[in-house]
C-alpha cells in the first residue's frame, strides 16, 4: 500500500523526516517497505532552460527540419536542428541543454547528446510539452509565454510538485490503515507515546447542501445480513472532463492512472478515507430503480476491463430494473460506467459482508482496490460521511449539482464491541508493567472508550472500525506496539525447564529414513497441503469425507488433501514435461479429512517410482523399475523400523490397478502398487507409475519398542545350496520363506529366489522355482554333513507341508 507523505500532511501537521516517519510507522506495526520519491514532472526540468529563437534556416539535406541558432544565456548561441512545424524567430522556448535526462512515454530516461543530424551539428533539443511531461500534447514545439532571461531555469516557471511516498507492507488484519486517513490515526498514537500532541483533521463537508431534487433514484437491498448498510446520492449537470493537476499528482504519487474527474474523486477518497466508492451513469439506469440482490446462475456479465464473467448464485450485485449493472464491492459493469457523455450520476457508499465480497473476487479472480478494503471490512460508521465527502468533491469539480436526499438504508446498526481489559493480565503477557495512566493514554490515542473502571482493569468500548481488536488479548497487542516493543525492559537470565525427550524423536526417525531412501536414489519433495477437490472423485466420489476451505484462494486449491498421491503426480507430470523420465519421490507429510463431525490429520510417508533403472547400454539391456524393485525398497524401509515379518494381501483400492496391503498384527501398516491407469491418464501421464502410502504413526511405534542388536561379521565362510522345487501354482514365494526359517532355525540365514518358471514342459498347474540357500554358522566352519542335513531338513518340510518335488 502506498502512502503519499504530502496526502498524509493534510490529516496530521508534522514535519518530521520521512526516514523518522518510516521508522515509527514500523515500530507501529504498519512496516514501511521503503521510501521513493515522487515528481509531477519527471525529473523536475533539471537541465531545461529558456531559450530564444535567434534564427531559423531549413536544414540543406531535410525538407521537414529546420536548423536553429538558440540563445540559451551562455556565452555563445547554440545551434539545435528541430523538427517542430511551428518553430520561430523570437520564440521564448524550452531547451533541454546537453547532458538532460528527459523521460519517455513509458517513464524510461534518455539523455540528450551532441550529435549531428543529416550533416548538421545539433547541441540541444527544442522541446515539445508532452517531452518535458507537462501534458500529452506533441503537435510542435511549446512556445512559452514569458519575458525571463534566456537561461532562465525552466523549473521555476512550472509547478512542480515533490513528494515521498512510503510503501507500507499492510498485514491483513489491519483494515482501519487502509488509507491515509487511517495511516494519521496510527502516527497520531505513535507520536503522543513520544510527547508529541497533535491532532487527525478530517476533511470538511459542511458545504454539503442539496441543490434540487430533480434525479430520484428508488433503492432496495434484497439481504441485509450481505449488504448491512447501503447510501446513494444523485449529482446532475456534471461536465465529465479531465481532472486538475493537484488531483492528478495526488493520484499518480501512489500509483493510480487519473480517468476523469468523477472517477478520479471516487479513488480519492477511496484512498483517503479507506471507503469505496461507485459512480454510475443514472441515464443508463433502467426504470430509475437501484436493486441490490444475489444474481443469477449463468448469466454473463462485462465488467469495465472488457471481461466477460459468468455470474454465480452467491455473486451479490448492483442491478437496476432489468440487468446488472456492478459485481458488488468488486467492480462496476462497463455499460453504466462513467464516460465523458455522462451527464448524471447516482453515487454509491455502502458496507458489504466482507466474507461474501472475498468469495465473489476469488471466483471471478478479481482483485481490485474496492474488494481489497471491502474483503477486510471498512468503518460501516464511516459509509454516509465518504459519500459527503465525495459529492462535494465532483460537485466542485464538475461544476455540477446535487439533485436528491442521501439514500441510507441501515435498518440494523452495528454496535461497537465491549471487552474488559484486566491489568494483571496486561503484565503477566507482555512481562513488563506498563503504568495505569499510559495504559490509559494510548488507548483514548486509538479511539478506545473507557466506559467503566475497577480497581483490577478497566471496561471498554472498541470502535467497530478495529475488526481485529474483539478480545482482550487484542487490546493488550494494541498497547504494545503504541508503547513500543523496544521499550519491554527484559531480564540478562533466562529460565527454562528441562523435560526428558521421548525414547525416539519423530525427526529423528525421519531423517534417518530420508537418508536411506536418498541413498537409494530417491528425491524428496514437498507437495502442497492445499489440493483441487476433484482429485477426490478419481478414487471415491461417493466420500464426501474432504475438507474444504472457507475462503480458498482458488477453485483448484480449495481443499485439503486427503491422499499424497496427486501432489505426487503432479511432480512427476512436471518433471515428463521436461523431459526427465526416471523418477524416484518420497515426501513426508500429512493428509486430512472428517470423521464423526472431527477433523482428523495422519501423518504419511508417501513413495512413487516411474521410468527405468538402466538405460538400454550395448553391454546390457535397460531395466524398469518394476513392482519387485519397488517391493524391495518399501521391504528394506520397513526392516529399518522393526517390520520383519509383515503379512501382505492383495487389495482392492481406486488408486490401484494392482497392489497390496502390509500389515502387522491386524494393523495396517501401508499399501502399495501400480497407480490406475485412469489416473494417470488425467495427469497426461502415459508411463506406468507405482506408488506406495505408508502409515507414519505405525511406523514411529514400531521404532520406538524395536531394539537393535550387533554381533560381529562371521570369520567362517558361507555356503550357498539350490533347489528347483516343483509346487502348486497357488503357493506363493512368501510360504516357502515363512517354512524355511522354521525348518531350519540355526544355520539358514538368507534365501533367494532367482528364478521361476511356467510352461508346457511342466504339469499343469505347477510352477518351478528355483531358490538359494545361504547357510552359516558364526562359530565354526559347516561340514558337508551339517549342510545334507540342513538341506534335508528344508526338503521334508517342503513336501509334507507345501506339496513340492525336486526337479
Same mark, same amino acid.
Given at each position: 500500500?502506498?502512502?503519499?507523505?504530502?496526502?498524509?500532511?493534510?490529516?496530521?501537521?508534522?514535519?518530521?523526516?520521512?526516514?523518522?516517519?518510516?521508522?515509527?510507522?514500523?515500530?507501529?506495526?504498519?512496516?514501511?517497505?521503503? &521510501?521513493?520519491?515522487?515528481?509531477?514532472?519527471?525529473?523536475?526540468?533539471?537541465?531545461?532552460?529558456v531559450? =530564444?529563437v535567434?534564427?531559423?534556416?531549413?536544414?540543406?539535406?531535410?525538407?521537414?527540419?529546420?536548423?536553429?541558432?538558440?540563445?540559451?544565456?551562455?556565452?555563445?548561441?547554440?545551434?539545435?536542428?528541430?523538427?517542430?512545424?511551428?518553430?520561430?524567430?523570437?520564440q521564448?522556448?524550452?531547451?533541454?541543454?546537453?547532458?538532460?535526462?528527459l #523521460?519517455?512515454?513509458?517513464?524510461?530516461?534518455?539523455?540528450?547528446?551532441?550529435?549531428?543530424?543529416?550533416?548538421?551539428?545539433?547541441?540541444?533539443?527544442?522541446?515539445?510539452?508532452?517531452?518535458?511531461?507537462?501534458?500529452?500534447?506533441? %503537435?510542435?514545439?511549446?512556445?512559452?509565454?514569458?519575458?525571463?532571461?534566456?537561461?532562465?531555469?525552466?523549473?521555476?516557471?512550472?509547478?512542480?510538485?515533490?513528494?515521498?511516498?512510503?510503501?507500507?507492507?499492510?498485514t491483513?488484519?489491519?483494515?482501519?490503515?487502509?488509507s491515509?486517513?487511517?495511516?494519521?490515526?496510527?502516527?497520531?498514537?505513535?507520536?503522543?507515546?513520544? =510527547?508529541?500532541?497533535?491532532?487527525?483533521?478530517?476533511?470538511?463537508?459542511?458545504?454539503?447542501?442539496?441543490?434540487?431534487?430533480?434525479?430520484?433514484?428508488?433503492?432496495?437491498?434484497?439481504?441485509?445480513?450481505?449488504?448491512?448498510?447501503?447510501?446513494?446520492?444523485?449529482?446532475?449537470?456534471?461536465?465529465?472532463?479531465?481532472?486538475?493537476?493537484?488531483?492528478?499528482?495526488?493520484?499518480?504519487?501512489?500509483?493510480?492512472?487519473?480517468?476523469?474527474?468523477?472517477?478520479?474523486?471516487t479513488?480519492?477518497?477511496?484512498?483517503?478515507?479507506?471507503?469505496?466508492?461507485?459512480?454510475? %451513469?443514472?441515464?443508463?439506469?433502467?426504470?430509475?430503480?437501484?436493486?441490490?440482490?444475489?444474481?443469477?446462475?449463468?448469466?454473463?456479465?462485462?465488467?469495465?476491463?472488457?471481461?466477460?464473467?459468468?455470474?454465480?448464485?452467491?455473486?451479490?450485485?448492483?442491478?437496476d430494473?432489468?440487468?446488472?449493472?456492478?459485481?458488488?464491492?468488486?467492480?462496476?459493469?462497463?455499460?453504466?460506467? &462513467?464516460?465523458? %457523455?455522462?451527464?448524471?450520476?447516482?453515487?454509491?457508499?455502502?458496507?458489504?459482508?466482507?466474507?461474501?465480497?472475498?468469495?465473489?473476487?476469488?471466483?471471478?479472480?478479481l482483485?481490485?482496490?474496492?474488494?481489497?478494503?471491502?474483503?477486510?471490512?471498512?468503518?460501516?460508521?464511516?459509509?454516509?460521511?465518504?459519500?459527503?465527502?465525495?459529492?462535494?468533491?465532483?460537485?466542485?469539480?464538475?461544476?455540477?449539482?446535487?439533485?436528491?436526499?442521501i439514500?441510507?438504508?441501515?435498518?440494523?446498526?452495528?454496535?461497537?464491541?465491549?471487552?474488559?481489559?484486566?491489568?494483571?493480565?496486561?503484565?503477566?503477557?507482555?512481562?513488563?508493567?506498563?503504568?495505569?495512566?499510559?495504559?490509559?493514554?494510548?488507548?483514548?490515542?486509538?479511539?478506545?472508550?473507557?466506559?467503566s473502571?475497577?480497581?483490577?482493569?478497566?471496561?471498554?468500548?472498541?470502535?467497530?472500525?478495529?475488526?481485529?481488536?474483539?478480545? =482482550?488479548?487484542?487490546?493488550?497487542?494494541?498497547?504494545?506496539?503504541?508503547?513500543?516493543?523496544?521499550?519491554?525492559?527484559?531480564?540478562?537470565?533466562?529460565?527454562?525447564?528441562?523435560?526428558?525427550p521421548?525414547?525416539?524423536?519423530?525427526?529423528?526417525?525421519?531423517?534417518?529414513?530420508?537418508?536411506q531412501?536418498?541413498?537409494?536414489?530417491?528425491?524428496?519433495?514437498?507437495?502442497?497441503?492445499?489440493?483441487?477437490?476433484?482429485?477426490?472423485?478419481?478414487?471415491?466420489?461417493?466420500?464426501?469425507?474432504?475438507?474444504?476451505?472457507?475462503?480458498?484462494?482458488?477453485?483448484?486449491?480449495?481443499?485439503?488433501?486427503?491422499?499424497?498421491?496427486?501432489?505426487?503426480?503432479?511432480?512427476?507430470?512436471?518433471?515428463?514435461?521436461?523431459?526427465?523420465?526416471?523418477?524416484?519421490?518420497?515426501?513426508?507429510?500429512?493428509?486430512?479429512?472428517?470423521?464423526?463431525?472431527? #477433523?482428523?490429520?495422519?501423518?504419511?510417508?508417501?513413495?512413487?517410482?516411474?521410468?527405468?533403472?538402466?538405460?538400454?547400454?550395448?553391454?546390457?539391456p535397460?531395466?524398469?523399475?518394476?513392482?519387485?524393485?519397488?517391493k524391495?525398497?518399501?521391504?528394506?524401509?520397513?526392516?529399518?523400523?522393526?517390520?520383519?515379518?509383515?503379512?501382505?494381501?492383495?487389495?482392492?483400492?481406486?488408486?490401484?490397478?494392482?497392489?497390496?496391503?502390509?500389515? %502387522?498384527?491386524?494393523?495396517?501398516?501401508?499399501?502399495?502398487?501400480?497407480?490406475?491407469?485412469?489416473?494417470?491418464?488425467?495427469?497426461?501421464?502415459?508411463?506406468?507409475?507405482?506408488?506406495?502410502?505408508?502409515?507414519?504413526?505405525?511406523?514411529?511405534?514400531?521404532?520406538?519398542?524395536?531394539?537393535?542388536?550387533?554381533?560381529?561379521?562371521?570369520?567362517?565362510?558361507?555356503?550357498?545350496?539350490?533347489?528347483?522345487?516343483?509346487?502348486?501354482?497357488n503357493?506363493?514365494?512368501?510360504?516357502?520363506?515363512?517354512?524355511?526359517?522354521?525348518?531350519?532355525?540355526?544355520?539358514?540365514?538368507?534365501?533367494?529366489?532367482?528364478?521361476?518358471?511356467?510352461?508346457?514342459?511342466?504339469?499343469?498347474?505347477?510352477?518351478?522355482?528355483?531358490?538359494?540357500?545361504?547357510?552359516?554358522?558364526?562359530?565354526?566352519?559347516?561340514?558337508?554333513?551339517?549342510?545334507?542335513?540342513?538341506?534335508?531338513?528344508?526338503?521334508?518340510h517342503?513336501?509334507?507341508?507345501?506339496?513340492?518335488?525336486?526337479r
Amino acid at each position: 500500500m502506498k502512502i503519499s507523505y504530502n496526502w498524509l500532511k493534510q490529516f496530521i501537521e508534522i514535519d518530521w523526516k520521512s526516514a523518522d516517519i518510516a521508522e515509527l510507522l514500523t515500530d507501529l506495526g504498519l512496516e514501511v517497505e521503503g &521510501v521513493s520519491a515522487f515528481e509531477s514532472v519527471p525529473g523536475s526540468l533539471q537541465g531545461v532552460v529558456v531559450g =530564444e529563437v535567434l534564427t531559423c534556416e531549413k536544414h540543406s539535406n531535410a525538407d521537414k527540419l529546420k536548423v536553429c541558432s538558440v540563445a540559451i544565456g551562455s556565452t555563445e548561441p547554440v545551434s539545435i536542428v528541430c523538427g517542430a512545424p511551428n518553430v520561430a524567430v523570437g520564440q521564448k522556448v524550452p531547451v533541454a541543454t546537453i547532458g538532460t535526462t528527459l #523521460y519517455d512515454a513509458e517513464g524510461k530516461p534518455w539523455k540528450i547528446k551532441k550529435g549531428k543530424i543529416r550533416g548538421e551539428v545539433s547541441e540541444g533539443m527544442i522541446c515539445a510539452e508532452d517531452e518535458l511531461g507537462l501534458g500529452e500534447r506533441h %503537435d510542435g514545439i511549446l512556445v512559452l509565454e514569458t519575458s525571463v532571461p534566456n537561461g532562465t531555469a525552466c523549473e521555476t516557471l512550472f509547478p512542480i510538485e515533490k513528494d515521498e511516498i512510503f510503501e507500507i507492507g499492510l498485514t491483513p488484519n489491519r483494515a482501519d490503515a487502509m488509507s491515509h486517513y487511517g495511516v494519521a490515526r496510527d502516527l497520531r498514537a505513535g507520536l503522543r507515546q513520544r =510527547e508529541v500532541f497533535l491532532e487527525v483533521r478530517t476533511p470538511s463537508v459542511s458545504t454539503f447542501n442539496i441543490d434540487n431534487r430533480s434525479l430520484r433514484i428508488d433503492v432496495s437491498v434484497a439481504d441485509y445480513n450481505l449488504v448491512p448498510r447501503y447510501c446513494g446520492i444523485s449529482l446532475t449537470n456534471l461536465i465529465v472532463q479531465p481532472s486538475p493537476d493537484w488531483l492528478k499528482n495526488r493520484l499518480r504519487a501512489i500509483g493510480l492512472k487519473p480517468i476523469n474527474n468523477v472517477v478520479d474523486a471516487t479513488n480519492y477518497v477511496l484512498h483517503e478515507l479507506g471507503q469505496p466508492l461507485h459512480a454510475f %451513469d443514472a441515464d443508463r439506469i433502467f426504470d430509475k430503480k437501484v436493486v441490490v440482490k444475489k444474481a443469477k446462475a449463468g448469466v454473463k456479465f462485462m465488467t469495465l476491463d472488457g471481461v466477460e464473467h459468468t455470474l454465480d448464485s452467491e455473486d451479490l450485485m448492483i442491478c437496476d430494473g432489468e440487468k446488472p449493472m456492478c459485481i458488488a464491492g468488486i467492480f462496476g459493469g462497463i455499460n453504466t460506467g &462513467v464516460t465523458e %457523455d455522462t451527464q448524471s450520476i447516482f453515487l454509491e457508499s455502502a458496507y458489504f459482508d466482507p466474507v461474501s465480497i472475498r468469495k465473489t473476487a476469488k471466483r471471478h479472480g478479481l482483485n481490485t482496490d474496492a474488494s481489497f478494503r471491502f474483503e477486510r471490512g471498512v468503518d460501516i460508521n464511516n459509509v454516509e460521511y465518504a459519500l459527503v465527502r465525495a459529492a462535494i468533491l465532483i460537485r466542485e469539480l464538475t461544476g455540477g449539482n446535487i439533485s436528491s436526499d442521501i439514500v441510507d438504508l441501515y435498518p440494523n446498526k452495528k454496535e461497537n464491541h465491549n471487552v474488559f481489559l484486566r491489568f494483571e493480565k496486561i503484565d503477566t503477557l507482555i512481562g513488563h508493567k506498563i503504568p495505569r495512566d499510559t495504559i490509559k493514554s494510548i488507548l483514548a490515542s486509538l479511539d478506545i472508550q473507557v466506559r467503566s473502571v475497577t480497581e483490577t482493569g478497566i471496561g471498554l468500548i472498541i470502535p467497530f472500525y478495529r475488526v481485529d481488536v474483539q478480545r =482482550e488479548v487484542d487490546v493488550i497487542e494494541e498497547v504494545l506496539r503504541v508503547y513500543g516493543y523496544n521499550n519491554v525492559a527484559y531480564s540478562e537470565k533466562l529460565n527454562a525447564s528441562i523435560t526428558p525427550p521421548p525414547s525416539l524423536e519423530p525427526h529423528v526417525l525421519e531423517e534417518s529414513l530420508g537418508r536411506q531412501l536418498s541413498h537409494n536414489g530417491f528425491y524428496e519433495i514437498l507437495a502442497n497441503s492445499l489440493t483441487n477437490p476433484s482429485y477426490q472423485d478419481l478414487v471415491a466420489p461417493e466420500l464426501q469425507s474432504g475438507v474444504t476451505l472457507m475462503n480458498p484462494l482458488s477453485r483448484e486449491l480449495s481443499a485439503l488433501r486427503t491422499d499424497m498421491l496427486f501432489g505426487g503426480l503432479e511432480a512427476i507430470a512436471h518433471n515428463l514435461n521436461r523431459k526427465q523420465p526416471d523418477l524416484k519421490f518420497f515426501e513426508f507429510g500429512k493428509t486430512y479429512r472428517q470423521a464423526k463431525k472431527k #477433523y482428523v490429520e495422519a501423518p504419511r510417508i508417501s513413495l512413487l517410482l516411474t521410468g527405468e533403472m538402466n538405460r538400454d547400454h550395448w553391454t546390457r539391456p535397460g531395466e524398469t523399475m518394476g513392482f519387485f524393485y519397488f517391493k524391495g525398497v518399501i521391504r528394506q524401509l520397513l526392516d529399518r523400523v522393526g517390520f520383519e515379518n509383515c503379512r501382505e494381501t492383495p487389495v482392492t483400492d481406486a488408486r490401484f490397478s494392482e497392489g497390496l496391503e502390509l500389515s %502387522d498384527h491386524g494393523i495396517s501398516i501401508g499399501t502399495f502398487g501400480v497407480v490406475n491407469p485412469a489416473i494417470l491418464k488425467t495427469f497426461d501421464i502415459s508411463q506406468p507409475v507405482l506408488y506406495a502410502d505408508i502409515n507414519w504413526n505405525a511406523l514411529l511405534e514400531q521404532a520406538s519398542k524395536s531394539t537393535f542388536q550387533y554381533q560381529e561379521i562371521s570369520k567362517f565362510p558361507e555356503v550357498k545350496r539350490d533347489f528347483a522345487l516343483l509346487l502348486d501354482e497357488n503357493v506363493s514365494y512368501q510360504q516357502l520363506y515363512d517354512l524355511s526359517f522354521k525348518a531350519e532355525r540355526s544355520l539358514l540365514k538368507d534365501i533367494q529366489l532367482f528364478d521361476v518358471y511356467k510352461g508346457d514342459k511342466l504339469p499343469e498347474g505347477k510352477k518351478s522355482y528355483a531358490v538359494s540357500f545361504t547357510l552359516l554358522n558364526p562359530k565354526k566352519t559347516l561340514t558337508d554333513k551339517q549342510i545334507d542335513a540342513a538341506m534335508k531338513r528344508l526338503q521334508k518340510h517342503f513336501e509334507k507341508e507345501l506339496g513340492a518335488e525336486l526337479r
